[in-house]
Structures are given as structure tokens and as C-alpha cells.
């Protein structure tokens, strides 16, 4: 077992993982659900997460190759869809080598699929750009695309698109995306990919045969800033990722001494101040602002003072019994990471996969 002095960790509670994988996965009982596990599996840890979902989902998703020849390295077998597909020439070698799914999204792509020799054999998704406008293929392009493969490329081809602004249940924009999907495909019927995890819990026109599952199958929510614009589907999501932290020393002020750099608080009454064992080198954000809430010993607590490299500091003033090496919630099973985030003007997503390699985590099989 690794020695850690300073007990700072990220805990990642692998069934509750695998509880909101099925729970989700059960609201589109006609879709494959994919598992997107990009950037460290948004920062639980890609192989640990890849190696608990390979018994139940069919296949997972990543950003770009590099990432899933680490899962490959690790043992992981299942399929691995490439969102961003290649980026040269030479990533289809690899990827028919190594069972990943390239989603083609440029027409440059399709020039490279169309110069292997010989033609490629694996597994590919054509994405199309239906108003997000990063990646896809232009509507009136696909039929162009689609001559350029061959019969076995197309016998297993999915088409897929992505949404801009799911999470906003008021939006008519999903609808008029899925609707533009559906006119390309109407022709070709091939296999369809569109919903995202708000695509899930809140467009059910949007499930096809395969779905992509991201944030929500880390317990979060997928919703912006301004929750009443959002209504999620009745399904209970479980918290994945607890950052703990502990005080790690405690002082009192009289009226009118600051806290920390730059002087940005001044207790406005005789003050007790905590200072936590994680700061902006952890990953947490140094524009949290004064009163961003962290969770001590089953209460609220606000920050005072700005974020350190390695610290922060919270007005625990008003809490009972508060002593050296108590145990501090960043966020988590007890303070919804989403509350957190409005006071660093971020959002779940952000937060997740900013952790910095410096937290341990502590995984609960
Ligand atoms: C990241 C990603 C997803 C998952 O999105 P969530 O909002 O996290 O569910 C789905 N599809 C693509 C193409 C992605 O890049």
C-alpha cells in the first residue's frame, strides 16, 4: 500500500458507477450504450472505470487514439470508439489492428480511408453536422461521402451527429437536429448514433442504436448553469467522484484581519479559519470565489480567502467542534458538484477532468 502523509483524495465509488450505468442504460432499452470514458474517464481514472464497465457495456469512447491504446496496454478488449477519428493517415492501421471504431467527420478522412490499401475492413461512423458546427460532414455532402466507400465500409457504417444544446429541455434547437438527422438517414437507413447523455434522459426521439453516455454515468448532471431551464428524466444518478481534503491547521482572527493572498476577506466578526490540504495544484480552481461551500463534518462551510497552490482556507466560524485533521468534502456524495461549480463559474464537466495527477484516488470496488 502507498504511504500518503497527506490525505487529499479523489474517491471513486465503482458501483455506484456501474448502478447509474444501468440505470441510464435502461431509459433507452433499444439502444447500445456506450460508455465515453475521454480524458481519464472525466478524471475517474479510464482504466479502472474501463475495466468495471467491460462486463456490461458493449463498447467504450474516447477522444482520440492515444488514449485508447492505454486501454489496450491495460487489457481492456472491448470496441473503442474514436470521436475525433483519425488525424493522419496512419491512424487506420492502428485502429484495424486494434478494434477501435474511427468516426470519420471530414471529407480529408475519407480521402485517407479511400487511399488504404487495401481498403480498410474496420468498423467506421460518418458523423454529420446537423448545427454544432465543429465537426461533420456537411448535409449536402453525404451522399458524396457515402460513393467513396465501399460496400463492406457501408454495410457497417453508423451515422451519427451531435447536439449543441440538449441540456436545455426549452430548446427547440435538438429537435430541429434530430429532424435534419432523420432526412439524411431517411434514404439510407443505416445505423444511428445521436444522443449524448442529456440526449438520453431528455430526447427520447433521440435514441438510436447506439448512445453515447458521458458525464451522467458519473453521477452528474448534464445541465448548465440554470437548472429550471432543465428537467431531467426520474432517474436516480449516485455521485461517482468524492474530493476529500482535511484541515489541516486552525487559527482564530480578531474583526478586520484578512485571510490569505492579496487580502480579498476580512472577518466582520471574531473568526475561526480552516486551512484544507488542496488548492489550485490539485485541480481546484483558483477563481473559487469567497462562499463556495465545502462540506465539513455534515455542514456547509464557506471559503474565505483566495485558492492557493496547495491550500485553501474556510470561515468555519460557525461550526461545532472543528479540529485538525477533520475530514473536508470538496464535493461529492454530500455537496453536488454542480452547486460548486456556479462559484467558479465552471461546470461539472470542467471540474471532473481538472483534477491534477497530485490527488490520489481511492477506489471503492
Ligand atoms: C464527450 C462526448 C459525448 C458524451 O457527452 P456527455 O454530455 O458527457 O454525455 C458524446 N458524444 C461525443 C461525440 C462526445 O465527444
Given amino acids: 500500500m502507498t504511504y500518503h502523509s497527506r490525505k487529499t483524495y479523489s474517491i471513486i465509488n465503482l458501483p455506484a458507477l456501474v448502478s447509474n450505468y444501468h440505470h441510464i442504460a435502461n431509459l433507452a432499452p433499444q439502444s447500445e450504450t456506450i460508455a465515453i470514458i475521454k480524458a481519464n474517464a472525466y478524471g475517474h481514472g479510464a482504466i479502472e472505470v474501463a475495466k468495471i464497465l467491460s462486463s456490461h457495456a458493449p463498447a467504450l469512447g474516447v477522444a482520440f487514439i492515444d488514449e485508447a491504446i492505454e486501454l489496450r496496454k491495460a487489457g481492456i478488449t472491448l470496441p473503442i470508439l474514436i470521436t475525433e477519428g483519425p488525424l493522419s493517415y496512419e491512424d487506420f492501421s492502428v485502429a484495424l489492428q486494434q478494434n477501435f471504431w474511427l468516426m470519420l467527420h471530414t471529407p480529408e478522412q475519407v480521402d485517407w480511408l479511400g487511399q488504404q490499401s487495401p481498403s480498410y475492413t474496420g468498423k467506421l461512423w460518418l458523423k454529420v453536422d446537423t448545427g454544432m458546427n465543429r465537426l461533420g460532414i456537411m448535409p449536402d455532402e453525404v451522399d458524396i461521402i457515402l460513393a467513396k466507400l465501399t460496400n463492406e465500409q457501408l454495410q457497417s457504417l453508423v451515422l451519427c451527429t451531435h447536439f449543441s444544446s440538449s441540456e436545455e429541455i426549452d430548446n ?31 430526447w427520447p426521439a433521440s435514441h438510436g442504436d447506439y448512445n453515447r453516455l458521458g458525464i451522467a454515468l458519473y453521477g452528474a448532471t448534464p445541465i448548465p448553469a440554470k437548472p429550471s431551464q432543465v428537467k431531467l428524466a426520474p432517474v436516480k444518478l449516485t455521485p461517482v467522484m468524492t474530493l476529500q481534503s482535511t484541515i489541516i491547521a486552525l487559527r482564530e482572527l480578531s474583526v478586520g484581519e484578512s485571510v490569505g493572498y492579496g487580502e480579498i476577506w476580512q472577518a466582520k466578526r471574531p473568526s475561526r479559519i480552516a486551512t484544507i490540504a488542496i488548492g489550485y495544484a490539485d485541480g481546484y480552481p483558483r477563481n473559487a470565489k469567497n462562499g463556495t461551500p465545502v462540506w465539513i463534518n455534515g455542514q456547509l462551510a464557506p471559503m474565505a480567502g483566495r485558492v492557493s497552490m496547495d491550500m485553501i482556507t474556510i470561515d468555519v466560524t460557525d461550526l461545532a467542534q472543528v479540529k485538525i485533521g477533520d475530514t473536508v468534502e470538496l464535493w461529492g456524495e454530500n455537496l453536488a458538484i454542480e452547486t460548486v461549480a456556479e462559484y467558479m463559474n465552471t461546470i461539472n464537466y470542467e471540474l471532473l477532468t481538472r483534477i491534477s495527477a497530485r490527488v490520489p484516488k481511492k477506489y471503492i470496488f
Avoid: C, D, M, V
Fill in 172 to 202: 427547440p434547437k435538438t429537435l430541429l437536429q434530430i429532424k435534419q438527422f432523420e432526412r439524411i438517414n431517411q434514404k439510407h437507413g443505416y445505423k444511428k448514433s445521436l444522443a449524448n447523455s442529456a440526449g438520453i434522459l431528455n
